[in-house]
């Protein structure tokens, strides 16, 4: 398909600020929360990202899309973001891997997108003010009408769970990603690892994976840990769950304020004590719930590849995937839970592990899709928890 951008695109927040650019997607108005990422690379991964569900995504890397789209890096069934803003995209796509250009994609999955947007401009804005509504559209609308389309709707309080999570259950087998020729050194580390941890060799453990918007990423590497993974909805009972005799759970990341999931909390809660629990994310967000915590907004989130976190216990330092709006509040957390990891930029919650029973999570995206691979780590921890039944600490931990 030859490369369109010829129709106009306008980005208006909801105090009425305005960004103009170019139509690189579908044609239409949509509306979201607005926010950026600071990744270089790993678009594609970004837009299939169920947790960007509700937002418009800007990329304030200045040139996005130079190595296409290609059949591996999808995270999960379709594209999830509201809408997608770039400074630059790129016409070509440059890379063996490639399979088509982003544009194509885009328009493709009917996704509403922008370039030529002053992206430092509206980081600047963000990180300045903080996240709001916005809306893009190509459709040329008007500024009022576009104020009082933002204004009229609201992020925090829509069940984006319910939208993006499975209809049945389903068990995790294969992904075309484990063909990629370009994974094949992860995935010989990954088994390496397995082995090492008992994953690989000895029979599998059974995982209940709760899928709020789970990355394919997060389930190979489960697979790879040494698990059997079943998917289950975020609807399924936490009976449904004792009863299926499955030796751990998962929970996965996901869209939208924790806060507003009250059934969710009751979900987890039910499980702690009972099962070993690993969460990312939202299911770390959820877990806090769960253990009597809870969660506040970031005035601007952490959404980017090179977010830096501590280890409190090895002081270690991992470089890591992160994708979040609201963080744990660690006064909120009962004695018995700890707060492992810190963000070094803003010192807020990254982990919290529980001292008396095998449950931890994390907030940042140790699956690496895309970004660095410094949390793998967690994945055999995981295995070994749920192969103990103890808690982390008295593993010695990462
Ligand atoms: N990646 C995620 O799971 C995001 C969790 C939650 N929706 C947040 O924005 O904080």
Redo the contacts with the bound molecule.
């Keep these: 398909m030859a490369f369109v951008r010829e129709r106009e695109a306008v980005l208006v927040l909801e105090d009425g600020e305005l960004f103009r650019g170019r139509a690189v997607g579908s044609h239409g108005t949509v509306i979201g929360e607005v926010c950026f990422n600071t990744a270089m690379s790993g678009y594609q991964e970004v837009l299939t990202d169920p ?1 960007y569900r509700g937002q418009l995504v800007a990329m304030t890397f200045p040139q996005i899309g130079n190595y296409g789209v290609n059949r591996f890096d999808d995270q999960s069934a379709r594209v999830q973001v509201a809408g997608f803003v770039m400074r630059e995209i790129s016409e070509r796509a440059s890379s063996w891997r490639a399979t088509g250009t982003l544009q194509d994609y885009l328009s493709g999955a009917g996704v509403v997108a922008a370039d030529g947007i002053d992206t430092r401009r509206l980081t600047l804005r963000l990180r300045e003010r903080g996240v709001c509504r916005g809306v893009l559209s190509t459709e040329g609308i008007g500024i009022d009408e576009a104020v009082e389309m933002a204004c009229g709707w609201s992020y925090g309080e829509r069940d984006f769970v319910k939208e993006v999570t499975c209809r049945e259950p389903y068990a995790w087998e294969m992904h075309p990603a484990s063909e990629d020729p370009w994974r094949q050194e992860e995935s010989e580390g990954l088994r390496a690892e397995g082995r090492r941890v008992g994953g690989e060799g000895r029979s599998p453990l059974r995982l209940a994976a709760f899928d709020f918007g789970v990355k394919y990423a997060t389930l190979r590497l489960l697979r790879r840990a040494g698990f059997t993974v079943r998917v289950v909805p975020a609807s399924t009972k936490p009976e449904e769950i004792l009863a299926s005799g499955v030796d751990a759970v998962f929970l996965s ?4 304020d ?1 806060a507003a999931l009250s059934s969710l909390h009751q979900t987890v809660r039910a499980l702690v004590g009972r099962k070993p629990i690993f969460g990312i ?2 299911g770390h ?1 959820l877990l806090a719930f769960a253990l009597g915590g809870r969660t506040f907004k970031l005035k601007f ?1 952490h959404r980017g590849a090179n977010h830096p976190v501590a280890d409190l216990m090895t002081r270690q330092v991992k470089i890591t995937s992160q ?4 963080a744990v509040d660690p006064e909120s957390l009962p004695p018995q839970v700890r707060v492992r990891e810190v963000s070094l930029n803003d010192g807020t919650c990254e982990a919290m592990v529980h001292e008396e029973l095998p449950i931890f999570s994390v907030q940042y ?1 140790p699956e690496a899709a895309p970004g660095p691979n410094d949390g793998l780590g967690w994945f055999s921890i995981f295995r070994k928890m749920a192969e103990s039944g103890r808690p982390l600490d008295a593993q010695g931990g990462s």
């Design positions: 947790s990341n996901g869209p939208g924790p994310c939202l967000q989130g994708n979040h709006g609201y995206h």
